[in-house]
């Protein structure tokens, strides 16, 4: 099955820190995802890609850059982390056509900014 | 704002039972639905998925969608203790390249 790994499953970072998340997929998809996902609030979008090189932001960008400078690994950078970024952060590639529509999440990132 | 609204829960039922869930959405242009589950901890996973109007049954499962009434539902038959978690309704808008937008999730919690 398609394995989606992110690079840390915990980190404490401080205010004001560029914070790195890495996204890796092992199933050729095109299409990744950024999302975070808050108490009370749900599954809220940041940024995708549909290809190498190409994104989009999503709906909270603010604060946010993303990197896909190969296919198979998808960035979120924090630029200048803040408090109010302390998240469960969740990286997803998407399977389209044959077998259905699929999203396939890594395992999550808790960032705790203080 | 596209919008996908679901009872946040907690919801409760003796394991047998069978569980619903329902899920709204507001485009009607949407064409494509889906029931992820969130165990606790853990991250979401797809569990059904339905695009025409009318029934889907999948084991225990039966995903359920009106898309007059804007209304996208999940029966849990026989539901078990394994069955606690989080149910993400998500709704994909614009086309074949849409994005899902999911909704807040319902808990659901099965007692035995």
């Known amino acids: 099955d398609v394995k989606v790994t992110q690079s840390s499953r915990y980190l404490v970072k401080r205010t004001g820190e560029k914070v790195f998340l890495e996204c890796v997929q092992d199933m050729d998809h095109e299409n990744m995802f950024w999302y975070r996902q808050d108490p009370g609030l749900g599954l809220r979008l940041i940024y995708f890609s549909y290809d ?8 909270i960008p603010e604060g946010y850059s993303v990197s896909r400078e190969k296919k198979e ?3 979120l950078i924090l630029e200048s982390a803040s408090t109010n970024q302390t998240s469960m952060y969740l990286c997803a590639s998407r399977r389209t056509g044959m077998g259905g529509e699929k999203l396939f999440f890594g395992s999550g990132t808790q960032l705790s900014v203080l | 704002q596209k919008e996908v609204e679901q009872n946040s829960g907690p919801l409760s039922v003796p394991e047998g039972a069978i569980a619903s869930l329902n899920c709204t ?3 009607r242009g949407s064409q494509s639905f889906f ?9 979401p996973e797809l569990i059904m998925s339905i695009y025409s109007n009318g029934d889907k049954e999948d084991g225990r499962f039966t995903a359920q969608l009106n898309k007059a009434s804007q209304y996208v539902s999940l029966l849990i038959r026989d539901s078990q203790p ?4 989080t149910y993400l309704c998500a709704v994909r808008s614009g086309g074949s390249q849409g994005n899902l937008i999911f909704g807040k999730g319902t808990k659901l919690s099965v007692k035995p």
Request: glycine content about 8%; proline content about 0%.
């Open chain 1, 52 to 59: 190498v090189k190409m994104k989009e932001k999503g709906d």
């Open chain 1, 73 to 75: 690994r998808f960035s």
């Open chain 2, 25 to 27: 959405y507001s485009d």
């Open chain 2, 35 to 43: 029931w992820y589950r969130q165990y606790s901890g853990k991250s």
């Open chain 2, 82 to 85: 394994s069955d606690s978690a």
